[in-house]
């Protein structure tokens, strides 16, 4: 597990843990500044990026948080800026220690717990939104959904309070792909995720009718039965694009009453399911954003609630930190099963993320590989025991700290952790991120108060005062929770106010197109 307890600032700089042998730059710093120890900078170093502390010889480790993060690519001497140019990528072995260190939640009384204002669910569970959902088997019928969704304006909806909107959800996807297997599966169950959400009230499935992704076959894979809540359309028995325009508009006109009807009740924290996601990464994301988030999450598993921490290739080369705290050594062996799929099967020859390299905007974040990155995006799921491992789009079931398998495209991802049933999205960024998800509210955690301060309309919450030193690690935790239970009762994210997240459904394809 990482030991985040050791960090200091000190001037200048952070330093994280007292093995490191390097220390991050926290504000612009010029060529001979004396920035921590008598170590003098020997360059202009950018806020993020890495000093060493030490001399560090070609080929000896480079240490963060005391994990490393990589090896030198040259001789790198005291006070030296370290980039991507000057940090080698190395795979090493590690010692996974499946559920060795598991300690199971402390979790507080039923009557002990944080409430907030949901919709509760035939099925249980509780929306924090209340939408009618317009979903489209295949791209064929991406138009028609869209002109639907669009048809209810704001005025239109005046007289349904209670309803948050009409979201249509159209893809890329149906058609021209494998008939039968995973890639079908993916796509079934990913749409039954969202028709079946808890935010969502009523749901309307377009089709084209000719296509492979048939509403019948989806309706019966993932045994769902038409009914008020739960309509259908096939746009060439409808007599086409206009008719079924028309027709659509009727039925969602039909179904606004019974969704105006759902109300807001006093429900508590152990029904919130959040997918945690990071765009945009930067090295302060693993000081500040990251943790803090994590430090919620930590809070919200003792209230019942859910974590869902994803983006599979950002977890590689940590991911022994995951599995040393799983609640069985079954559950540590799913996911380090799904990093070898990714490794093995998926990414082989491909120049991506877990094969060590990361974004333009990463590296200029200060991040010099998918190492570096991992241990910041891993610190979201917080420090408790790992619940479940789950893949694509899978219903989640258990409380606590889970898995899910997806990629690190956020779109992508978080329309996986949606389609599983997160009824939030938490989404932490260093570089900046225009992010929304419909129809799961979704949060911006600003990593630093420069990019926060730039993109402020963006962003919901400042964990940049950590690094700052105007916020411990523990008070912007307790302030993510309390701002999670805010939104999940109906206060609007920044996303939402942009009216952000309708072109975000990305179901992932995995399967051949032909």
């Excluded at 199971?104 to 944080?114: F, H």
């Excluded at 297997?181 to 084209?208: K, W």
């Excluded at 296509?211 to 739960?230: N, S």
């Excluded at 523990?474 to 239970?485: K, R, T, V, Y």
Aim: net charge negative; aromatic share 6%.
């Amino acid at each position: 597990m990482l030991d985040t307890s050791k960090k200091q600032i000190t001037g200048p700089v952070v330093r994280l843990h007292s093995e490191d042998n390097v220390v991050v730059a926290r504000v612009p710093i010029q060529a001979g500044v004396e920035v921590v120890d008598g170590i003098i900078t020997t360059c202009s170093v950018t806020p993020g990026y890495k000093i060493a502390t030490q001399r560090i010889t070609k080929g000896d480790a480079i240490r963060k948080y005391n994990v490393i993060i990589g090896y030198a690519d040259s001789d790198i001497e005291i006070g030296t800026m370290l980039e991507n140019h000057n940090v080698m990528f190395h795979e090493g072995q590690k010692d996974y220690r499946f559920g060795r260190d598991y300690e199971p939640i402390k979790m507080l009384p039923e009557a002990e717990r944080a409430t907030f204002k949901g919709y509760m669910r035939e099925d249980g569970r509780a929306g924090t939104r209340n939408f009618i959902a317009i979903m489209s088997t295949v791209n064929c019928s991406a138009t028609v959904v869209q002109a639907i969704a669009n048809h209810f304006t704001e005025e239109r909806l005046a007289a349904y309070p209670n309803v948050d909107g009409v979201a249509a959800f159209s893809h890329h996807l149906g058609c021209g792909m494998e008939q039968t297997g995973e890639a079908m599966d993916l796509l079934h169950r990913t749409l039954a995720g969202y028709i079946t959400h808890p935010n969502v009230a009523s749901a309307l499935v377009i089709g084209l009718g000719c296509e492979r992704c048939q509403i019948g076959g989806l309706l019966g894979a993932q045994k769902l039965t038409p009914g008020p809540r739960l309509r259908t359309m096939v746009m060439q028995d409808e007599g086409g694009t206009r008719a079924s325009i028309v027709k659509g508009i009727k039925e969602v006109e039909d179904m606004l009453p019974e969704a105006n009807k759902c109300v807001r009740t006093t429900v508590t924290a152990s029904h919130i399911m959040v997918g945690l996601q990071c765009g945009g990464s930067d090295s302060f994301s693993s000081i500040t954003a990251n943790p803090a988030l994590g430090r919620a999450v930590d809070i919200l598993a003792t209230h019942g609630g859910t974590g869902i921490l994803s983006e599979t290739p950002e977890v590689y080369g940590v991911e022994h930190t995951l599995t040393c705290r799983a609640a069985t050594p079954e559950i540590g062996k799913k996911l380090v099963e799904r990093l070898r799929w990714w490794k093995e099967e998926y990414c082989v020859g491909r120049d991506v993320q877990i094969n060590g390299k990361v974004s333009p905007g990463n590296q200029k974040g200060g991040l010099a590989n998918i190492t570096e990155k991992s241990l910041g995006s891993s610190m979201k799921g917080g420090t408790g025991p790992m619940m479940e491992v789950y893949e694509y789009a899978h219903k989640v079931e258990t409380k606590g700290f889970v898995f899910m398998d997806t990629p690190g495209y956020d779109p992508v991802s978080a329309t996986g952790q949606i389609a599983g049933g997160a009824n939030m999205i938490a989404f932490t960024t260093g570089r900046g991120s225009c992010f929304g998800a419909k129809p799961a509210p979704s949060l911006k955690l600003a990593s630093n108060s420069i990019m926060y301060n730039r993109m402020t309309e963006d962003m919901d919450i400042n964990c940049g005062e950590i690094v700052d030193g105007t916020a411990t690690l523990d008070e912007m935790g307790e302030a993510i929770f309390q701002l999670l239970l805010d939104t999940a009762s109906g206060k609007e994210t920044k996303s939402e106010v942009l009216n952000l997240g309708l072109h975000e459904f990305v179901p992932w394809q995995i399967g051949i197109v032909g």
